[in-house]
């Protein structure tokens, strides 16, 4: 049977990139009705942010990629975090000791440095001489007699080279000359990542270890480790990473200001800016990020958008295809057709798929996944009220094709569900500003906003009769009217917010913006 897995580290939140391998392992392992896990990488005790697992397990969730063994799941080859598996890991060192395959290593930090100093004075490879390599007990003793303190490395061979045919490379070939003595316990006895990463590989019967272009350089080692151990090798395969926008450098969520300069970057940032502060939430650079996943659950984003636009970075049907569904993905999906090259990341790209996919939404799935972020801006409140679901349904009609995320609810039509609208007192100052208009505006309130019935279409020919008798031009009207009632200069069609609102409401918020423009008319 296949079985993958996906190894996220809690040092942070997840990243688009490890999103997309994380993807690629899923599909491969749905596509040939394997398994796929998810194992904690949590050696590295001094960078785990504890706060960090549960976002990274959320992540997955939202985006509906189930893991099969793993955290909060279990499985037969539980626990499933490598913090948790120290004593295994130092049964490995054992056995690789006992071996021949690993070596005690009693050099100090100094000693290594002076050793790389003259390899690179003498302009050679630095190679390490082992001259601080126990051999025997008594060579242990003779060392820890000195104060010294022992990591264990691996006894790396030093002639000869390693073949692998990766599944999406091709045959790559590693120098053993070029490889060195690398450390995979240290002196406090705790074991490092490449050595828990190929016993946790065996344990758990992965297959397929599909992963990051940056760890190719890691598998000479790791192919070292398992044949030493007699483990069976998996199948290998390293995808292209993910490129900034327009560039071949690996996407980074630590370059978000750099990123910023670019105006389609700029544009998505700002976007869910809107969005968070409608949300009342705090804009953190770690989370409220586009390279971190979590920036597009917060704004809004689908999750099937999301995935789609992944796949497409290093994999492609065919020349045509951009949209699939989730079983067509799973259906369709081989390594054979991930590119070796990086596919670079392009959030004018993402934010097309996510329109695609918003405006394929049915009304009544469209209307339940944004009554959420209405809930948080505190604009409904729990249980709620049929009436307000309804209310939201007229106001996702009106509000159409605007509604590109699901956040947009609070940057269109927000007004719909307070008592006033949060005023933008600048529109107010220039639409309301001269006494002209707020006179317009008083006569509208006698004149056609009593119009029966009270329909779009019917308040529109009572516009044109209001503008035609009074000698002035609709825009004269229309631009003051809609920040009097909306408090925005934009949004959904001015005479579907009348209608929606409601006489007595327009009627109130007319009055009192021209209250708020400063200057009572008579």
């Known amino acids: 049977m296949v079985r993958t897995r996906f190894a996220p580290s809690p040092t942070g939140y997840l990243h688009i990139g490890g999103v997309r391998t994380a993807l690629f392992c899923w599909l491969f392992a749905r596509r040939h009705g394997g398994q796929f896990l998810l194992r904690i990488d949590d050696t590295d005790v001094q960078r785990n942010v504890e706060a960090a697992l549960a976002p990274i397990l959320h992540g997955f969730r939202w985006l509906g990629l189930d893991w099969d063994e793993g ?42 440095q002076a050793e790389r100093e003259q390899a690179q004075a003498e302009k050679r490879p630095f190679l390490y001489s082992r001259r601080f390599m126990a051999e025997t007990p008594a060579d242990c003793a003779r060392f820890e007699a000195q104060g010294r303190q022992a990591v264990v490395r691996l006894k790396m061979p030093r002639e000869g080279s390693l073949v692998i045919n990766d599944l999406v490379r091709g045959e790559v070939v590693f120098e053993w000359a070029r ?12 074991c490092l990542y490449h050595l828990a990463s190929v016993v946790d590989d065996y344990d758990f019967q992965i297959t397929h270890v599909i992963r990051a272009e940056e760890h190719l350089s890691n598998t000479p080692r790791q192919v070292f480790i398992a044949q030493a151990l007699g483990y069976p090798l998996p199948a290998y395969a390293h995808l292209p990473y993910v490129a900034e926008p327009g560039s071949k450098n690996k996407l980074s969520k630590r370059k978000l200001d750099k990123y910023l300069k670019q105006r389609d970057f700029a544009q998505v940032y700002e976007h869910g800016l809107a969005i968070a502060r409608a949300l009342r939430l705090e804009a953190a650079a770690e989370t409220f990020n586009p390279v971190v996943v979590d920036f597009y659950e917060q704004v809004g984003y689908l999750p099937e958008a999301l995935l ?4 497409l970075l290093g994999w492609s049907l065919d020349d045509k295809t951009e949209f699939l569904t989730r079983e ?14 990086s596919a670079s990341f392009d959030p004018k790209k993402l934010w097309a798929f996510q329109d695609h996919y918003m405006q394929q939404l049915p009304l009544a799935e469209k209307v339940e996944r944004m009554l959420p972020y209405l809930v948080r801006a505190g604009l409904l409140s729990r249980p709620v009220k049929e009436e307000d ?37 600048g529109a107010v100052a220039k639409q309301l500003g001269k006494q002209r208009a707020r006179e317009l505006l008083l006569r509208f309130v006698e004149g056609p906003l ?23 031009k609709v825009g004269d009207v229309i631009h003051a009217l809609r920040v009097a009632v909306t408090g925005k200069t934009i949004g959904p069609g001015l005479y579907d917010c009348l209608a929606i ?8 918020r007319i009055v009192r913006a021209v209250e708020l423009a400063g200057k009572p008319v008579g």
Not at 308 to 311: M, Q, R, S, T, V
Not at 328 to 341: D, G, K, W, Y
Not at 501 to 508: D, F, N, V
Request: charged content about 25%.
């Open 179 to 190: 490889e060195q003595d690398h450390v995979v316990q240290r002196a406090d006895g705790t």
């Open 501 to 508: 609102l409601g006489r007595e409401a327009c009627r109130q």
């Open 389 to 425: 679901r309804a209310l939201l349904e007229r106001v996702v009609i009106a509000c159409g094709e605007r509604l590109k995320v699901l956040g947009d609810i609070l940057n269109y039509g927000d007004f719909f569900f307070r008592e006033w609208p949060e005023y933008d007192m």
């Open 308 to 311: 789609n636009y992944l796949l």
């Open 328 to 341: 067509q993905m799973i259906a369709n999906f081989s390594l054979e057709r991930v590119t070796r090259a």
């Open 450 to 472: 009593e119009t029966e019935p009270f329909t779009a279409e019917a308040l529109e020919q009572a516009m044109q009769a209001f503008v035609a008798a009074e000698g002035v």
């Open 71 to 112: 955290p909060e799941v279990g499985g037969p080859h539980a626990p499933y975090f490598q913090s948790q598996r120290q004593h295994r890991y130092q049964q490995a060192v054992a056995e690789l000791l006992a071996r021949g395959a690993a070596y005690r290593d009693y050099a100090t930090a100094e000693e290594l």
